[in-house]
C-alpha cells in the first residue's frame, strides 16, 4: 500500500475545499435564511382567499347592496335563527337591540350597541355566513344583508340605502369609542405581590351561595351513570 | 386534631395513629366492594383464562371500568353543538399532560374534517415571498417540541355570578395541555420575508366558521408555532388536523385551527372574536379589548365536587392543577378555610413555563367539612386574587378572563360542592 505524496495532495485538496463548502451550507440555514420549501401561491390562489377586510375598508371587495335587497335574502336564510327583527331565537346570537345596556345588570351586545366597526360586519358574514354554507352568497348579497343588519340597528335608516365598498368604512357606528386597551398591568396592579398572605389574611368567612341551589348542572344520573359517593 | 395543623404536623399525627387506621379498614374488607370471587384468597377470572392478543386492539382505548372519563357538555349553554363547547375531565386527570381524546373543544362550525392532502397553508401580505405550503412541506421545516397549556378566555366565565356549575370539569374544563410538534411560527415568516411595515397577523382556519383573528407581529416572531402533532400523534380532527397555530400562553380562540391562511398586514383587523367577543365589558360600559394573555390560575381538581373523598378522615390528598399565561409557576398555597390560613403545596413534575403545573397537599382530615382553596404565585410576582377582589374591579358581566379563586365545600360525608364564600 502506497502513500504516495500525490494521493496525500489529492485528500487534501479535498479537504480544503470541501470542509469550506460544507460549512456555507450550513450557515445559510442557521441565519434563517432560506429553506426553499414551498412555493409562491399564484394571484388566482391568493384572490379566491383573500377575503379579510378590515376597518378602513382595505379588503372590500367591488360590489354593492340594499337594504331592501338585503331584508328578502335575511328573511330566507337568516331569520330562523336571528329572528325577523334580529332579535335572536332561543340561544341564537341577537344582532340588534341592546342601545345603552352596557352599564345596565344585563347587557345586550348587538351589531349596533356594541360593535366598533362596520368593516367586522362584512368580514364575519362574508366568512362564516350563512351558518352551515359558509362563503356561498355573491359579493353583492353580503353588502345587501350587511346593510340590512345595519338597518336593524338603526345605524343606516333609509330602505333604499345601498351599501358598496365605496361607503362601508364611512359608517360611523355607536359604540367606536366604547374600547379600552387591556390595562390589566396597571389597572389590577395591586395583584402583584411580593410574598402572598398565608395567616389570618381575612375574617372568617361563611358560605354564600351554591352551585347546588342553582341546579344547571349537567347531571350524569339521567343515562345511568352514577355520580356523587356511592 | 385540628384540621387547621400544617401538612408536617398532620402526618406525622397520622403516621402515629397509623396502627389503629389499618386495623379499621382490616376488620371492613367488604368496604372495598365488588366481586368477592375475584378477591383474596380466590383466584380472579383474569388469571384463569387468557386475555386477548396482542394487535386485537391496534389502537389502544382506555379500560371499560373508566368510561365516565370523558369530555362532557352544558346543552343550555349554546344553541347548537356545532358552535359549542366541551369541557376536559379535569377531575379525573393527574400530572400535566391531557390525553388527546380528553382535550376540551369549541368549535365555530363543527369539526372540519380535513384531508391533508387538500389542505393548504398560504402566506401573503407584508411579505417578500408568499408561499404556500402543503403539509407535507411544513414537516420539512425544522421541528420545535413544546409543552403548553391552552385555556379558553371563558373558562370559568359562567361563575362571575356566583357559583353556578357543581363540577371542576364545567367550572374550569376549558383547558388542556399537551405537547406540540410543528414549525416555529418565526421560522416561517423568515422564510417568506415579512416587510418592515408588517406589524400584524391575520389568522384564518379553514373550517366552516372560516375563524380569523389578528396576532401582534412581536407575539407571532417570538414563541408561536404552526403545530401538526400534539403529544406525539397528529393533531385530532377537533383539535385542528392537519395544523393549527399555537399561541403559548394567550387565549385560545387565538390559536386558529385547520389553519388556512396567515396574511401579513400593518394594522389589526377587528373581527368579530376580537370586538364582539373576547372583548371584557367592565362596569363603566367600556370594553378592554386585545386582552390576550392568560393570567394566573389555579384549581383543586380533587377533591371537588365530580371527585367526592370517599375513604372518609384520614390522610387524604388535594391535587390540583396551576398555571400562569405570563411564564412559569412559582408556588402554590392551600387553604382548608376559605382563604384565612394558607399552607404551601408541593409542586410534583415539571414547572415549565406557560403549562401546566401539578400540585398537592397531603393532609389528615378529620372529617370536619374544609372549604378548600388554592391559589397561584407565578414568576412575575402575580397572586391569583380572590373572586371579591376581581369583581372589585372587573363587576359580573366581563364574561371573560375569571381567574378568581375556587371555593370547594367539603362535607363531613366527603361530598364536595361548588360554593362562594364571604
Known amino acids: 500500500m502506497s502513500k504516495s505524496p500525490k494521493f496525500i495532495a489529492t485528500a487534501l485538496i479535498a479537504c480544503l475545499f470541501g470542509a469550506p463548502a460544507f460549512a456555507q451550507q450550513k450557515s445559510e440555514v442557521k441565519a434563517g435564511l432560506r429553506y426553499h420549501i414551498g412555493r409562491a401561491p399564484t394571484a388566482d390562489e391568493i384572490r379566491g382567499w383573500d377575503i379579510d377586510v378590515r376597518p378602513d375598508g382595505q379588503g372590500l371587495p367591488e360590489g354593492k347592496g340594499t337594504v331592501a335587497q338585503g331584508e328578502k335574502l335575511f328573511m330566507d336564510n ?125 375574617a372568617p368567612v361563611k358560605i354564600t351561595g351554591r352551585a347546588a341551589v342553582i341546579d344547571v348542572t349537567p347531571e350524569d344520573g339521567k343515562d345511568g351513570k352514577p355520580r356523587g359517593v356511592e | 386534631m385540628s384540621k387547621m395543623d400544617s401538612p408536617r404536623q398532620s402526618r406525622r399525627s397520622f403516621l402515629a395513629a397509623g396502627a389503629g387506621v389499618a386495623a379499621s379498614v382490616l376488620a371492613k374488607p367488604a368496604l372495598a366492594g365488588g366481586n368477592p370471587a375475584n378477591q383474596p384468597p380466590n383466584v380472579p377470572e383474569w388469571t384463569k383464562s387468557l386475555g386477548e392478543g396482542v394487535a386485537v386492539r391496534p389502537y389502544g382505548k382506555p379500560s371499560k371500568f373508566e368510561k365516565d372519563v370523558v369530555r362532557r357538555d352544558v346543552e343550555w349553554l349554546t344553541a347548537s353543538r356545532e358552535s359549542s363547547v366541551s369541557f376536559t375531565p379535569l377531575h379525573e386527570l393527574e400530572g400535566i399532560i391531557t390525553p388527546n381524546g380528553l382535550c376540551f373543544e369549541r368549535h365555530h362550525g363543527g369539526i372540519a374534517e380535513i384531508d391533508p392532502a387538500d389542505h393548504r397553508l398560504m402566506i401573503h401580505g407584508l411579505v417578500e415571498r408568499p408561499l404556500i405550503l402543503t403539509l407535507e412541506e411544513l414537516k420539512r421545516y425544522p421541528r420545535v417540541n413544546r409543552i403548553h397549556f391552552m385555556e379558553c378566555a371563558a373558562n370559568s366565565g359562567m361563575e362571575w355570578r356566583g357559583a353556578q356549575l357543581n363540577g371542576c370539569q364545567f367550572t374550569h374544563g376549558m383547558i388542556h395541555c399537551v405537547q406540540y410538534t410543528g414549525v416555529s411560527l418565526r421560522t416561517l415568516l423568515e422564510e417568506a420575508g415579512v416587510k418592515t411595515n408588517g ?112 375513604h372518609g ?30 399552607w404551601p403545596a408541593r409542586l410534583d413534575g415539571p414547572v415549565l413555563d406557560k403549562a401546566l403545573t401539578r400540585f398537592y ?55 364536595v360542592e361548588n360554593v362562594e364564600v364571604a
Not at chain 2, 378522615?313 to 399565561?325: M, R
Request: charged share 20%; hydrophobic share 35%; with cysteine.
Open chain 2, 199 to 310: 406589524k400584524w397577523l391575520l389568522v384564518e382556519g379553514a373550517d366552516a366558521a372560516a375563524m380569523d383573528r389578528s396576532l401582534p407581529i412581536e407575539k407571532a416572531l417570538d414563541d408561536c408555532i404552526i403545530a401538526y402533532k400534539m403529544n406525539g400523534e397528529a393533531l385530532y380532527p377537533e383539535q385542528g388536523y392537519p395544523m393549527r397555530l399555537v399561541v403559548p400562553g394567550w387565549q385560545g380562540n387565538l390559536w386558529v385551527k385547520w389553519l388556512r391562511r396567515i396574511k401579513v398586514g400593518d394594522q389589526p383587523w377587528h373581527t368579530r372574536e376580537e370586538t364582539s367577543k373576547y372583548t371584557d365589558l367592565m362596569p363603566n360600559g367600556k370594553a378592554r379589548r386585545f386582552t390576550w394573555s392568560m393570567d394566573a390560575k389555579s384549581v383543586i381538581t380533587s377533591p371537588s365536587p365530580q371527585a367526592p373523598i370517599k
Open chain 1, 78 to 202: 337568516c331569520s330562523t335563527c336571528h329572528g325577523e327583527f334580529g332579535e335572536g331565537n332561543g340561544r341564537w346570537p341577537v344582532l340588534a337591540g341592546g342601545k345603552n345596556s352596557l352599564t345596565s345588570d344585563n347587557p345586550v351586545k348587538t351589531v349596533g350597541s356594541y360593535w366598533p366597526y362596520a368593516s367586522t360586519v362584512f368580514d364575519y358574514v362574508r366568512h362564516a355566513m350563512p351558518y352551515g354554507n359558509a362563503e356561498s352568497f355573491s359579493v353583492n348579497e353580503y353588502y345587501a344583508l350587511v346593510a340590512y343588519v345595519l338597518y336593524l340597528n338603526d345605524i343606516v335608516t333609509d330602505q333604499n340605502f345601498e351599501l358598496t365598498n365605496k361607503n362601508l368604512a364611512a359608517i360611523k357606528m355607536p359604540n367606536e369609542q366604547g374600547f379600552v386597551m387591556d390595562d390589566r398591568a396597571t389597572s389590577e396592579k395591586s395583584f402583584w405581590q411580593k410574598d402572598p398572605c398565608m395567616k389570618d389574611c381575612i
Open chain 2, 313 to 342: 378522615k384520614g390522610f387524604t390528598i388535594v391535587s390540583g392543577l396551576a398555571w400562569s399565561g405570563n411564564g412559569k409557576v412559582k408556588r402554590v398555597d392551600v387553604s382548608l378555610d376559605g382563604g384565612r390560613n394558607w
Open chain 2, 361 to 415: 397537599y397531603e393532609f389528615n382530615w378529620n372529617g370536619e367539612p374544609l372549604l378548600l382553596q388554592s391559589r397561584v404565585q407565578d414568576e412575575t410576582g402575580y397572586v391569583q386574587p380572590s373572586k371579591a377582589e376581581l369583581r372589585k374591579i372587573r363587576g359580573v358581566n366581563s364574561i371573560y378572563h375569571n381567574n378568581g379563586i375556587q371555593t370547594w365545600h367539603v362535607q363531613a360525608n366527603g361530598e
